[in-house]
Nanobody, 121 residues
Framework: QVQLVESGGGLVQAGGSLRLSCVVS????????MGWYRQAPGKQRELVAR???????DYADSVKGRFTISRDNAKNTVYLQMNSLKPEDTAVYYC???????????????WGQGTQVTVSS
């Protein structure tokens, strides 16, 4: 059974930093895009950042220059380094990976359980 396990959330003051990690556990064939989404109370879930297997990245305009997404393909892990955090970054952060289970499988999206990030002013 494939699971995405997130870690690294917490409470931080404005201007501070946090690093989120998400590791894929279970037997898989490959991982396509890996990404991070967030959902604040009363708001829709939004894309924060995404990275392809080759390292191409995309970011939401609101986090450009402050957040950095990276991946370790050998460890099936994606990271999100968050610097210069603002109170408006407060949300539950979810990792999302497009995973191929076997050589002949159709890629499917998997989600982590979410990790809370709270930025105090």
């Amino acid at each position: 059974q494939v699971q995405l396990v997130e870690s690294g959330g917490g409470l931080v003051q404005a201007g501070g930093s946090l690093r989120l990690s998400c590791v894929v556990s279970g037997s898989i064939f490959s991982i396509n895009a890996m990404g991070w989404y967030r959902q604040a109370p009363g708001k829709q879930r939004e894309l924060v950042a995404r990275i392809t297997p080759g390292g191409h990245t995309d970011y939401a305009d609101s986090v450009k220059g402050r957040f950095t997404i990276s991946r370790d393909n050998a460890k099936n892990t994606v990271y999100l380094q968050m610097n210069s955090l603002k109170p408006e970054d407060t949300a539950v952060y979810y990792c999302n990976d497009n995973i191929v289970l076997t050589r002949i499988s159709t890629p499917l999206d998997y989600w982590g359980q979410g990790t809370q990030v709270t930025v105090s002013s």
